[in-house]
């Protein structure tokens, strides 16, 4: 996940640091250790430990952006469930955002002031 600062002109800036805006899915709870994704089930990922601060400016609106990869900054995810350092076989990632009211996502952002 990613945090962005799109201006009223339309170039967004990424709010991030690279490696600091990583999160495996697999690895959602480190407390249980790895966890596999099963297709289709909706799962909660909680990017609380994520670190970066901006004074969005007026007009300026906030972007999300969801990757299923961040290499060869991060290590490679090939989506087959197998290792990432001994992964060979390469499957096809499908990330789903809910919107609808049961299951809607939201990024909850701090808001600090003077």
Do not use: C, W
């Amino acid at each position: 996940m990613r945090l962005l600062d799109v201006t009223p002109e339309g170039p967004a800036f990424n709010l991030m640091s690279p490696g600091l805006d990583v999160q495996r899915a697999s690895y959602r709870d480190m407390k249980a250790g790895r966890q596999l994704l099963n297709p289709g089930k909706i799962y909660e990922l909680r990017l609380d430990h994520l670190i970066t601060s901006n004074v969005f400016k007026q007009g300026h609106r906030i972007r999300v952006q969801v990757s299923a990869t961040f290499f060869p900054n991060f290590s490679r995810n090939l989506h087959s469930g197998e290792l990432e350092n001994t992964a060979a076989k390469v499957q096809k990632a499908n990330i789903r955002v809910y919107t609808e009211r049961q299951h809607a996502s939201r990024i909850i952002l701090p808001i600090v002031t003077k």
